[in-house]
Nanobody, 121 residues
Framework: QVQLVESGGGLVQAGESLRLSCTAS????????LGWYRQTPGNSRELLAT???????SYSDSMPGRFTVSMDNAKNTIYLQMNNLKPEDTAVYIC???????????????WGQGIEVTVAS
């Protein structure tokens, strides 16, 4: 299994910054990459960015230019740096992993529990 633990969320004022972290642990799986999504009430989950352990980074069109994603391979941790936060960034931010069992080729998705970010105006 793959477990994902997010941290770093909370309540901030507009214009402030936050850095979210997500650390992955695994048993019996190889993780290909990690990513960040966000979800607001009544809306579907929205992809922000993904990073593979091979170093490839992909940003979705939904990713604000004020955000950057990075990864510490040694710590199996992905970060989401969010600067100049706006009230519309208020959401639950969810970490994801794409992984495969040892000896298998099919990929599976795993999800963290999500962490709330609230930006007050």
């Amino acid at each position: 299994q793959v477990q994902l633990v997010e941290s770093g969320g909370g309540l901030v004022q507009a214009g402030e910054s936050l850095r979210l972290s997500c650390t992955a642990s695994r048993t019996g799986f190889i993780i290909d990459g990690l990513g960040w999504y966000r979800q607001t009430p009544g809306n579907s989950r929205e992809l922000l960015a993904t990073i593979t352990f091979g170093g490839g980074t992909s940003y979705s069109d939904s990713m604000p230019g004020r955000f950057t994603v990075s990864m510490d391979n040694a710590k199996n941790t992905i970060y989401l740096q969010m600067n100049n936060l706006k009230p519309e960034d208020t959401a639950v931010y969810i970490c994801s992993a794409v992984a495969r069992r040892y000896g298998r080729s099919n990929l599976q998705n795993f999800w963290g529990q999500g962490i709330e970010v609230t930006v007050a105006s």
